[in-house]
Every structure is written in structure tokens, then in C-alpha cells.
């Protein structure tokens, strides 16, 4: 069984930076496909950012140009860089380990985006 752990959510204000993390356990993390997904207040889930094992990354359009998504194999670890963040971005963030067809997801970690 994967253990994923996210971590880096708070408060902050218009405009600030934050960074997520999130852990996975197991030796194959460099083959995993890593996601963050985030779900507002009386919303779906939606996929906000991806990378391949092959740290090719995708974003979803409202993201673009603000938010980073990286990975070190090394620490098992994938991380979520938000730059200039808006109201809108307040969501529990979530980390998805994607490998074939198993699927395995955190608890979550809150951002709130709030003068």
C-alpha cells in the first residue's frame, strides 16, 4: 500500500506564494504519475496540475502561468508551487500517486486565499 502525505496549506492573503508537498511511500515512486487535485467549497474535484515519470507536466488553463508542479525522485517527493494566488484558489488540495491502474490519494491539505 502507497502512503501519500500532503503538507504546506494555510492562509494567506492575495497575491502570496505558498508550496505544497506531498510524500509518497514506496520504492517506485520515480514511475509513478503524480497529480494535484483541488475541490472548493460545493465544488467537484478538478485536476489542477500532472507529472509523468518522465517529469513532463500539464496545467490545468486556469493555473497556467502561476503554478508549478515538480518532483524529486530522490525524496519521493512532489511539490506544487503557487505563485499569485487568487480568492479562487481556496480548496483542500489533494496529491493522487497514479501507477497502471492503481490509483492512491491523500488526505488532503487546506489553502485558503483570503484578505
Known amino acids: 500500500q502507497v502512503q501519500v502525505v500532503e503538507s504546506g496549506g494555510g492562509l494567506v492573503q492575495p497575491g502570496d506564494s505558498l508550496r505544497l508537498s506531498c510524500a509518497a511511500s514506496?520504492?517506485?515512486?520515480?514511475?509513478?504519475?503524480m497529480d494535484w487535485y483541488r475541490q472548493a467549497p460545493g465544488k467537484q474535484r478538478e485536476l489542477v496540475a500532472s507529472?509523468?515519470?518522465?517529469?513532463?507536466?500539464s496545467y490545468e488553463d486556469s493555473v497556467k502561468g502561476r503554478f508549478t508542479i515538480s518532483r524529486d525522485n530522490a525524496k519521493n517527493t512532489v511539490y506544487l508551487q503557487m505563485n499569485s494566488l487568487k480568492p479562487e484558489d481556496t480548496a483542500v488540495y489533494y496529491c493522487?500517486?497514479?501507477?497502471?491502474?492503481?490509483?492512491?490519494w491523500g488526505q488532503g491539505t487546506r489553502v485558503t486565499v483570503s484578505s
Open positions: 514506496g520504492s517506485i515512486f520515480s514511475y509513478y504519475t
Open positions: 507529472i509523468t515519470s518522465g517529469s513532463s507536466t
Open positions: 493522487r500517486a497514479l501507477w497502471g491502474a492503481r490509483t492512491y
